[in-house]
């Protein structure tokens, strides 16, 4: 069974820094592209930044330039560092990982940016 678990996420004000990490086990670590989401209140869940196997990244515009996914190989964490808060990046943030063409998500961290 695959299990995606993050954490990491909490209260900073505008301006601010959090970093996320979602753990999975080794082998999906490895193999499998991995993402973050993030889902506001009364929102579509949005994409947010992915890192595949090989190292390529992407991520929305919304986030470019103050966001940055990184992979940690001895703890097998994918990490967002947030840097540059903004109250409309209050969500819920997932760690999603797509096996076989199957999704898995994770319980999600609440990001709160306020003053």
């Known amino acids: 069974q695959v299990q995606v678990v993050e954490s990491g996420g909490g209260l900073v004000q505008p301006g601010g820094a959090l970093r996320l990490s979602c753990t999975t086990s080794?082998?999906?670590?490895?193999?499998?592209?991995m993402s973050w989401y993030r889902q506001a209140p009364g929102k579509q869940r949005e994409f947010v930044a992915t890192i595949t196997p090989g190292g390529t990244i992407n991520y929305s515009d919304s986030v470019k330039g103050r966001f940055t996914i990184s992979k940690d190989h001895a703890k097998n964490t994918v990490d967002l560092q947030m840097n540059n808060l903004r109250p409309e990046d209050t969500a819920a943030y997932l760690c999603n990982v797509r096996v076989a063409g199957a999704e898995y998500w994770g319980q999600g961290t609440q990001v709160t940016v306020s003053s």
């Open positions: 080794r082998t999906i670590f490895i193999m499998y592209p």
